[in-house]
């Protein structure tokens, strides 16, 4: 690469984070940093729900799936998949989750 190569590639990112600022967001990609998702275990799963106040059928109407996986996770028998232990993840930590998904 040529030092006006160069020259021309900063030129383009800096005029790139000047369009991201002035909010123009096409021109750009946003690179998000990985979030651990706790692995949870049965008694995790029993802590959650009944930290969110919910019954086992409250809990697999919200998520979409039936009562008996919720009781099969609890009981330890399954184990939820990521996408589940993601929602499950979010639903913890923030409770105003499951007023926004119940009450629409």
């Not at 096409?26 to 802590?47: F, T």
């Not at 729900?49 to 009781?71: C, D, M, Y």
């Amino acid at each position: 690469m040529s030092e006006f190569d160069f020259y021309e590639e900063l030129k383009a990112s800096l005029e790139d984070a000047i369009a991201y600022k002035q909010g123009d967001h096409s021109r750009c990609r946003v690179l998000l940093p990985e979030v651990p998702v706790p692995d949870y275990k049965a008694a995790d799963i029993v802590r959650a729900r009944k930290g969110l106040n919910l019954s086992q059928r409250s809990l697999a109407n919200l998520i979409g799936v039936s009562p008996r996986t919720v009781e099969a996770w609890e009981t330890g028998k399954n184990k939820p998949a990521a996408p589940t232990r993601c929602l499950l993840y979010l639903l913890e930590t923030d409770h105003s989750l499951v007023e926004r998904l119940t009450f629409r």
